[in-house]
């Protein structure tokens, strides 16, 4: 049975979104501010500068996102030690409310991803337009639960997600708040994605399953086709990753738009958007060649796409040891935690066994950084 709204518009700040809205251009400034509040206010002006209407950041802790012995990780900056690229980009929380204020003054609106409950907590006391839920946390039912609770619009992406990962995902924020607003963002977790499996037909298929808004969460390089043909889709938002420069060092850069192609972009979104949506792929084959958009658009079933395969299931959040747990050890927050388990470890239990977990007792050892599995836990007598 499909998951509707009865009304498929989303208020983000004062944005409406949706299927009949103009197409809502989120700049996903990420970790790309290299730990440099100067260059974090630039990202902000290059976003209003060309003409993009929303900014987002990132608010996550390295120890709560992974286990500190996921070891070396290929990236696009070459081979790296993970945690600590990923410690190296943690934008500090005290930097927020003048980030906000910065991004207010330019007439963005302010969005961020947070990746454990603390930060849910800091970004609804800041005042945030909206919460983005990031691909990997989309079966973060803690993290969902606790998003929805503060009745802020959701943006939830779905990269490395199956059509019943959304549906229990959307399944956990409708049981804490029924009447959550919930854009859903078609996306293919690859970094870059090859533009061929972008697979922009999901977008329809989405809109069908669960009655909602659906935009695209674009890992594409393209600044122009790709988003295009997500209009001539039906995307009611596209969010893109942004740098000031490729050159600079760090994991998504190399894959962001820099801040000509942002106008680019948004130029043909706005040109796009002024077309009737039933005649928009028409136009993308007279802007970029008849047959232009047909591999763009792919198949549309919603599945996992050959360049995000190396990350299902690791990505994903699952129940993993955050030190040494001896046998007949209670388990808790106090020695486990739902984390990424990244390419160099085996996942464990999925989140939504974690009221399951707590209290057991540990029947088999476990060193830090393993994943929980069954044969690891019994429930307690008591």
């Given at each position: 049975?499909?998951?509707?709204l009865?009304?498929?518009?989303v208020?983000l700040?004062?944005?409406?979104?949706?299927?009949?809205?103009?197409?809502?251009?989120?700049?996903?400034?990420?970790?790309?501010?290299?730990?440099?509040?100067?260059?974090?206010?630039?990202?902000?002006?290059?976003?209003?500068?060309?003409?993009?209407?929303?900014?987002?950041?990132?608010?996550?802790?390295?120890?709560?996102?992974?286990?500190?012995?996921?070891?070396?990780?290929?990236?696009?900056?070459?081979?790296?030690?993970?945690?600590?690229?990923?410690?190296?980009?943690?934008?500090?929380?005290?930097?927020?409310?003048?980030?906000?204020?910065?991004?207010?003054?330019?007439?963005?609106?302010?969005?961020?991803?947070?990746?454990?409950?603390?930060?849910?907590?800091?970004?609804d006391?800041?005042?945030?337009?909206?919460?983005?839920?990031?691909?990997?946390?989309?079966?973060?039912?803690?993290?969902?639960?606790?998003?929805?609770?503060?009745?802020?619009?959701?943006?939830?992406?779905?990269?490395?997600?199956?059509?019943?990962?959304?549906?229990?995902?959307?399944?956990?924020?409708?049981?804490?708040?029924?009447?959550?607003?919930?854009?859903?963002?078609?996306?293919?977790?690859?970094?870059?994605?090859?533009?061929?499996?972008?697979?922009?037909?999901?977008?329809?298929?989405?809109?069908?399953?669960?009655?909602?808004?659906?935009?695209?969460?674009?890992?594409?390089?393209?600044?122009?086709?790709?988003?295009?043909?997500?209009?001539?889709?039906?995307?009611c938002?596209?969010?893109?990753?942004?740098?000031?420069?490729?050159?600079?060092?760090g994991?998504?850069?190399?894959?962001?738009?820099?801040?000509?192609?942002?106008?680019?972009?948004?130029?043909?979104?706005?040109?796009?958007?002024?077309?009737?949506?039933?005649?928009?792929?028409?136009?993308?084959?007279?802007?970029?060649?008849e047959?232009?958009?047909?591999?763009?658009?792919?198949?549309?079933?919603?599945?996992?796409?050959?360049?995000?395969?190396?990350?299902?299931?690791?990505?994903?959040?699952?129940?993993?040891?955050?030190?040494?747990?001896?046998?007949?050890?209670?388990?808790?927050?106090?020695?486990?935690?739902?984390?990424?388990?990244?390419?160099?470890?085996?996942?464990?239990?999925?989140?939504?066994?974690?009221?399951?977990?707590?209290?057991?007792?540990?029947?088999?050892?476990?060193?830090?950084?393993?994943?929980?599995?069954?044969?690891?836990?019994?429930?307690?007598?008591?």
């Amino acid at each position: 049975m499909p998951l509707t709204l009865t009304d498929p518009v989303v208020t983000l700040g004062t944005r409406r979104v949706g299927a009949d809205e103009p197409v809502l251009l989120v700049a996903e400034a990420g970790s790309n501010h290299n730990g440099d509040p100067g260059l974090a206010r630039e990202l902000i002006d290059a976003t209003a500068d060309a003409g993009w209407e929303a900014v987002k950041f990132q608010l996550f802790r390295s120890e709560w996102m992974y286990p500190p012995t996921c070891g070396m990780v290929e990236t696009p900056m070459g081979r790296v030690d993970f945690f600590e690229v990923v410690r190296e980009g943690q934008l500090p929380p005290a930097w927020l409310p003048e980030l906000k204020a910065h991004a207010e003054s330019r007439g963005l609106l302010f969005l961020c991803s947070p990746f454990d409950l603390e930060a849910v907590e800091w970004l609804d006391r800041l005042g945030v337009d909206g919460f983005k839920i990031a691909s990997p946390e989309l079966n973060h039912l803690p993290l969902l639960a606790a998003a929805a609770a503060t009745g802020r619009p959701l943006v939830c992406s779905s990269g490395i997600s199956t059509l019943a990962d959304i549906e229990e995902a959307l399944g956990q924020i409708r049981a804490v708040n029924p009447l959550a607003e919930v854009v859903l963002l078609h996306c293919v977790s690859a970094y870059p994605c090859p533009p061929e499996e972008s697979n922009l037909a999901v977008i329809e298929t989405l809109e069908r399953a669960f009655g909602l808004p659906v935009g695209f969460s674009d890992h594409t390089t393209d600044p122009e086709l790709v988003p295009a043909v997500a209009v001539a889709a039906g995307a009611c938002l596209i969010e893109k990753h942004i740098t000031l420069s490729r050159d600079l060092r760090g994991p998504d850069h190399p894959f962001a738009l820099e801040p000509d192609e942002m106008r680019q972009m948004a130029a043909i979104v706005r040109e796009m958007g002024m077309v009737p949506r039933e005649k928009r792929l028409a136009a993308v084959g007279r802007y970029f060649g008849e047959d232009s958009g047909i591999a763009i658009l792919g198949h549309g079933r919603k599945e996992i796409m050959p360049s995000e395969r190396p990350l299902y299931p690791g990505d994903k959040r699952s129940v993993h040891a955050v030190r040494t747990i001896a046998v007949g050890e209670t388990l808790g927050p106090h020695n486990l935690r739902v984390l990424r388990s990244e390419r160099n470890l085996a996942p464990g239990l999925h989140p939504r066994f974690w009221p399951t977990i707590l209290g057991a007792r540990a029947v088999r050892p476990l060193a830090l950084g393993d994943g929980l599995r069954w044969e690891h836990l019994v429930q307690s007598a008591s």
